[in-house]
């Protein structure tokens, strides 16, 4: 029973209207007014992972799942069962029904990584052929087509050949008897077909009179000629009825053979819809999926800007004011936390806010907090909230909070009547609950009476709650409350925050703080006499004065903590953004670097290949025949010009290093200073120096140039061991071969251009560009293209045995 209460006032039901509305079906809609609250962690966090599924599956499809075709056919399938005959569209609902979750079937079998759906979807049973069936019997309007059966087609085509003999007849008779007729039309009265005769002139069409006008001017005739006709058409409209009926008995009989597994198909259809509801619901609120902590392995409760959801629906849909955010972090030892504060400082929305947190995880939904979101699975939340006056029952305020509260320790399972709470006679321990897993949370604890006895019996409750409950929050004016996390470590302070400058909450929640007495404060702005309130304050004694002020001086170094944690915050952003963008950038370097390398190798390999082929080439050459001087010489040149462009020249030598001389400035880092060289360094690396009016020996590797150039260490000469000289290898030269010259001879300036940017831009080494001499205006626009290109570093005329100013070589970077 408390559960219910509770449920009532946290609103619960509020909060599930708000998700029916991000439901697509009406089962789904009636599905989420109806919210059940799971008993154990394991369905908790099954529904959990349905909703992370579809609030994955809907950021993947563009226009999300679409339930389109999906209707409530339990009536229909009832009565089915029942061999009643469904009507048209009744079939027609559940063809579409069957069609619409073959889509969704589909669009989550085609989607990766989502176990949870894919096993609830895996069980589902479509019956293609029996939505085939109702299609091939059944249009769009829910009528019976006449393609159902070879009978129902042939009445049909006999209904519609007797209508055109009844209205070609009936023509005729309004031609013949324009002057009778009032108006020139054929209608049905009583699916008669009739027409409309004048009063005075009803002898001039004789038959059987059907209806009159109002005003009795015109009388509905059906002609005598016509009747025999219109009593055929009536028996065949019943066959026709018949027959449709027959049909969709056939179909309603299919339907009931499998209403089994169509009822098993929607409960799988609705389940679906509520988690795409709880998923749409929570990227709404823009909420985060909770996780279920362990409090005993010592994990903390984190809800960080934790907004109550019903005020944020409030805010968008109703014109309400801003919602503010509390953060509640509660360590794994505390189990009572003590809200204290002004009236009207969002204590209560406190409460009401970890509670409804607490049911939204477990039904699955994401809790409107930043991540992480981390709480405990409570096994039940159960509330005392607000005021219980009775007139009928003559209840007070006290004595509906005493009843409320005794309801709740009973549902703790403690249920011990012979002992009650603030029992004096009773010395015995309390005894702990089997399984103290539940939230309680209390509003204005020990109100409604005495203060003193108020006060004392709140302390006693609460006492009881740290051994009974896994958390309990509540909120009080008592100052004795205060002291509680001073006697009991698994006791804590917070406060809801008081703007003395403005008499106004702030509704930001202060840890650690109990909340400072703000009445004669408030009293004193508001105009009461300054003697009333220093009496008061002469009552209450200076105590009171001092505790406030030190309870104002903690919530002012509070506040600079946060504003320092703010500022710590946006340093580590911004830290973590740059070392993002750093490691992004070394990455792609990174990937540049094998990319050129992996390049340069490819090109090495090129070369050597190409190499090898010319050398080859001239073996075959000097092989062909019987060689002579001038072949032999011939040869030589070739290999030349091979190792010419492949062996790169030798690498550039070290720059030396700095040598400090005598009159030189430099500088020593470890001083600090700036000193004059007075005497050059010698063998041991040690030089003298001058800065000021003082002289030292400092090492050289101690100093270095105002530039920051570091001396060159002065190696000592050591006999080295006779060494055999190691002819230095080099890389093979580039080699002319057909891949990398162009024949420009015979072309056009505009199009040796196109033809040498092509060879450029896949040339991996030298080209060799053949122009001729000619009247010379090829190769000056061959120079001129070169020149401007970006990638091409120099040009030359080639050798003379490659051609010599007939051939121009072009060196690509």
Known sequence: MIQSETLELLEWHRLCQHLSTFAATKLGAIAARDLKIPNSQAESEYLLAQTKEVYELESRLT???????????????????????????????????????????????????????????????????????????????????????????????????????IVQKLQNILQAKSGAVQ????????????????????????????????????????????????????????KEQAEEEAIRR????????????????????TTLDLATAKARYSLWLQANPPRFINRKAGEYITLRQLRHPLLVWQQHHEQGQSVIPVDLLIQPEIRVVTITGPNTGGKTVTLKTLGLAALMAK?????????????????????DIGDEQSLQQSLSTFSGHIRRISRILEALGTGDRGQGIGDEESQSPIP??????????????????????????????????????????????????????????????????????????????????????????????LGLKPEVVEQAKTNLGGTTDEVNQVIAGLEAQR??????????????????????????????????????????????????????????KVIRQLQQGKPTAQDAQLATNALNQVAEKFIPPPPPKPKVGYVPKEGDRIRIPKLGQTAEVLTAPNEDGELTVR??????????????????????????????????????????????????????????????????????????????????????????GVHAFLQQHPRVSRYEAAEQSDGGTGVTVAYVE
């Open 691 to 780: 800065f000021g009016i003082m002289k030292m020996t400092v090492k050289l590797e101690d100093v270095e140039s105002l530039d920051g150039k570091k001396p060159e260490p002065i190696v000592k000469p050591k006999p080295a061991p006779a060494a055999t000289p190691v002819t230095p290898t080099q890389p093979a030269p580039a080699i002319r071969t057909s891949k990398n010259t162009v024949d420009l001879r015979g072309r056009r300036v505009a199009d040796a251009e196109l033809i040498i940017d092509k060879a450029i831009s896949e040339a991996t080494g030298p080209i060799w560009i053949i122009h001729g001499h000619g009247t010379g205006k090829l190769r000056q």
């Open 63 to 165: 226009s999300g799942l679409s339930f389109e075709g999906i209707q409530d056919i339990g009536d229909f399938l009832e009565r089915a069962e029942l061999q009643g005959v469904l009507a048209g569209d009744e079939l027609l609902a559940i063809a579409t029904t069957l069609a619409g979750t073959r889509n969704l079937r589909r669009v989550i079998d085609n989607q990766p990584d989502l176990p949870i759906l894919t096993e609830l979807v895996a069980e589902l049973r479509t019956y293609p052929e029996l939505e085939q069936e109702i299609y091939r019997c059944i249009d769009e309007r829910g009528q019976v087509t006449d393609r159902a059966s070879q009978k129902l087609g042939d009445i049909r085509a006999e209904l519609r050949k007797l209508r055109s003999q």
């Open 183 to 238: 108006e020139q039309i054929i209608t049905q009265r009583s699916d008669r077909y009739v027409i409309p005769v004048k009063a005075p002139q009803k002898d001039a069409i004789p038959g059987i009179v059907h209806d009159t006008s109002t005003s009795g001017a015109t009388l509905y005739i059906e002609p005598n000629s016509i009747v025999p006709l219109g009593n055929q058409l009536r028996q065949l409209v019943r």
């Open 432 to 525: 702990v609950a089997p399984n103290p897993h539940s939230l309680v949370l209390l509003d204005e604890v020990g109100a409604g009476t005495d203060p003193a006895e108020g006060s004392a019996l709140a302390i006693a409750l609460l006492r009881y709650l740290a051994d009974n409950a896994q958390l309990t929050m509540a909120t009080t004016h008592f100052g004795e409350l205060k002291a509680l996390k001073y006697q009991d470590e698994r006791f804590e302070n917070a406060s809801v925050e008081f703007d003395e400058t403005t008499l106004s909450p702030t509704y930001r929640l202060l840890w650690g703080i109990p909340g400072r007495s703000n009445a004669l404060a408030i009293a004193r702005r």
């Open 559 to 616: 506040r600079r903590q946060e504003t320092k944690a703010a500022q710590a915050q946006d340093l580590l952003q911004q830290a973590e953004r740059l070392y993002k963008e750093v490691s992004e950038k070394a990455a792609n370097l990174q990937e540049r670097e094998r990319t050129l390398r992996a390049s340069q190798e490819v090109a090495v390999q090129q070369a050597i290949a190409q190499a090898r082929s010319e050398i080859a």
């Open 250 to 269: 056939a179909l309603t009989e299919q339907v009931a053979a499998v209403k089994p597994d169509l009822e098993r198909l929607l409960a799988i259809a």
């Open 363 to 383: 039904v699955g939904l994401f809790v409107p907090a930043r991540e992480p979101v981390e709480l405990p699975w409570f096994d039940q939340v159960l509330a």
